[in-house]
């Protein structure tokens, strides 16, 4: 095979891997629901006095298992999307928002925390709520 021939195949290749790197997480992003991006977009989770930042993991759809939530059937399939929210790179709470309900409005807000026993405060639009492990939250979308 010629030299240059291999040299530009490389170079195909490395620029393909540095475009899949950076690009291809914020493209993922844009598969979620613009229904849950909206609710990440406007949550707001702090620890003491430090902001935490969302990046998008993934999404699909599973079956729900809470009984409590009151426009979600236990066993029915809902869609979910799952998110994590950092300080400074390191994952403190992941966030699972599941909807729509039954009702079509109504929306689950799963939120877990990384490290027991420190204190999170998350607010979304008038809803808000501090807590220290997990959480749920249900926010009705007009």
């Not at 790179?89 to 909807?99: A, R």
């Not at 639009?125 to 009705?140: C, P």
Request: include cysteine.
């Amino acid at each position: 095979m010629n030299l240059k021939v291999a040299v530009l195949l490389l170079l195909i290749l490395l620029l393909g891997l540095i475009v899949g790197v950076f690009i291809g997480p914020m493209a993922q992003s844009f598969l979620a629901p613009a229904s849950h991006r909206a609710i990440v977009d406007k949550m707001t989770i702090t620890t003491g006095t430090s902001k935490l930042t969302s990046a998008y993991l993934s999404s699909g759809t599973s079956t729900w298992t809470l009984s409590l939530a009151e426009n979600f059937l236990h066993g029915g399939t809902y869609q979910y999307t799952l998110w994590v929210y950092s300080y400074q790179g390191d994952p403190e709470v992941t966030v699972c928002v599941w909807g729509p309900g039954e009702d079509g409005k109504t929306y689950e807000v799963e939120l877990t925390a990384f490290w027991s026993g420190r204190s999170y405060e998350v607010k979304c639009g008038t809803i808000q709520k501090t807590f220290t492990d997990n959480t749920v939250l249900e926010i009705i979308v007009a």
